[in-house]
C-alpha cells in the first residue's frame, strides 16, 4: 500500500457563528493558504529504521500520529482519532496497522477551523492510502464526526468551509456556493488570546436559554444579517457588507462572547477606513475580521491593527467567485 496523503485548509466566518448552531444561516471563508497536511501509511514493523514519510514545511507543527490498527475501536478520544475510525468504519478497515501523521499550519484555538481541517486531512490521507476515492459528502460525514466530539454540538460549518473551494452559504447542514467581489479583501487579525469554542458556545446556549422571547429576536436578527450579507456580497455593495459585519459583531457582543482585546481590534480596524469587522469563529478570544477594498488598502487596515495589539496577522482573498 501507497503513502497517502491529504490536506486541507483553514477557514473564517464571515456572517452568522453562534446562531448557526441554532439552523440559522452562515457564511464561510476558505483560507486556502493556511494548510493542513497528512500521510497515511502501513506502520513500520518494530525495530526497522524509521524514515519520516510526512511533508514538512517551516510553518507547520505537528499535531499528532494517530496509530490505527486492523478492525480495532477507536480508543483514541480525540478529534482526528474519532473522525479517521468513522471514515474507516464506511470504507472497512485495512488488514495492517495504519499510522496518520497531521502537520498543521492552521493556528488552534483561533476560530479558524484547525481541528475540521486536521480530521479532514487525516481522512483524504486515509482514503488516498486505501486507494479509495471518495466524495466530498463522505469526507465531511467522517470529519464531522471528530467536530462532534471536540465541539459537543458544532454545526458542521466548520467541516464543509475547509473542505469547500471557494466563499459558501451553509445553512440547517445544507452547503451551497456563494459568488463574492473580486478585488476586496478580509484582514483576518489574532488578539493572541486562545478561545474554547465550545465554552463559548455553552455560554451562548446558557444566554439564550433564559430569557426566549429575547432569544428568538436575536435569532432573526442574525439569520436577516446574514441573507442581506449574502446580498451585498452578489452586488459587492462592500460599504453595506461592512455595516452588517458591525451589527454582527454588536449581536454577538450581545450574546457574551467578544471581549476587550477584540473590541479594541474592531474599533482600530474601523478607525483606519474598514468598512467594517467583527469577530470571527467562537470567540471569547481568537480572532477578528476587517474588511477591506483591495490590498493597498488591506495593509493600511493591517497596519493599524498591529498597532493596536494583534499578534498575527493574515490578508485572504473572498475567494474565487462561485
Ligand atoms: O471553530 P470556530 O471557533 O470557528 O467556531 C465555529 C462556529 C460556531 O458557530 C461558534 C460553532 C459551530 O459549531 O458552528
Redesign the pocket.
Known amino acids: 500500500h501507497r503513502v497517502g496523503t491529504g490536506s486541507a485548509h483553514g477557514?473564517?466566518?464571515l456572517l452568522?457563528?453562534?446562531?448557526?448552531?441554532y439552523g440559522m444561516p452562515?457564511i464561510a471563508i476558505p483560507m486556502p493558504d493556511l494548510r493542513v497536511d497528512a500521510v497515511a501509511y502501513q506502520r513500520a514493523p518494530i525495530g526497522s529504521p524509521y524514515i519520516d514519510p510526512a511533508p514538512r514545511r517551516p510553518d507547520t507543527e505537528l499535531i499528532r500520529t494517530v496509530h490505527i490498527d486492523p478492525g480495532g475501536d477507536d480508543a483514541s478520544g480525540d478529534s482526528i482519532g474519532t473522525a479517521a475510525h468513522a471514515l474507516l468504519r464506511i470504507l472497512g478497515y485495512p488488514a495492517h496497522p495504519v499510522d496518520v501523521v497531521v502537520r498543521c499550519a492552521v493556528p488552534p484555538g483561533?476560530?479558524?477551523?484547525a481541528?475540521?481541517a486536521c480530521a479532514l486531512a487525516a481522512v483524504r490521507a486515509l482514503a488516498d492510502h486505501l486507494d479509495h476515492p471518495l466524495p466530498p459528502e463522505t469526507l465531511r460525514r467522517a470529519a464531522q464526526r471528530g467536530?462532534d466530539l471536540a465541539?459537543g454540538?458544532?454545526?458542521?460549518?466548520?467541516a464543509a468551509a475547509c473542505l469547500a473551494d471557494g466563499p459558501i452559504w451553509f445553512e440547517a447542514g445544507w452547503v451551497r456556493p456563494l459568488t463574492c467581489p473580486a478585488r476586496a479583501r478580509i484582514v483576518v487579525a489574532d488578539t493572541g488570546i486562545p478561545?474554547s469554542?465550545s465554552v463559548?458556545?455553552a455560554h451562548?446556549r446558557t444566554r439564550l436559554g433564559v430569557e426566549s422571547d429575547w432569544a428568538r429576536k436575536q435569532l432573526i436578527t442574525a439569520a436577516a444579517l446574514t441573507r442581506l450579507a449574502a446580498d451585498d456580497l452578489a452586488t459587492g455593495a462592500l460599504s453595506a457588507l461592512g455595516r452588517h459585519c458591525l451589527a454582527s459583531h454588536a449581536l454577538l457582543s450581545e450574546l457574551g462572547?467578544s471581549c476587550q482585546a477584540l473590541d479594541r481590534l474592531v474599533t482600530a480596524a474601523v478607525d483606519a477606513g474598514a468598512p467594517g469587522a467583527k469577530l470571527?469563529?467562537?470567540?471569547l478570544g481568537?480572532c477578528m475580521i476587517a474588511l477591506a477594498e483591495d490590498i493597498p488598502h488591506a495593509d493600511r487596515v493591517a497596519a493599524a491593527l498591529e498597532r493596536a495589539g494583534a499578534v498575527r496577522i493574515w490578508t485572504i482573498p473572498f475567494g474565487a467567485a462561485a
Open positions: 477557514k473564517i466566518i452568522g457563528e453562534h446562531t448557526v448552531v452562515a483561533r476560530g479558524l477551523g481541528s475540521a467536530e465541539h454540538t458544532a454545526s458542521g460549518i466548520d478561545g469554542t463559548a458556545v451562548v462572547v470571527t469563529g467562537g470567540g481568537g
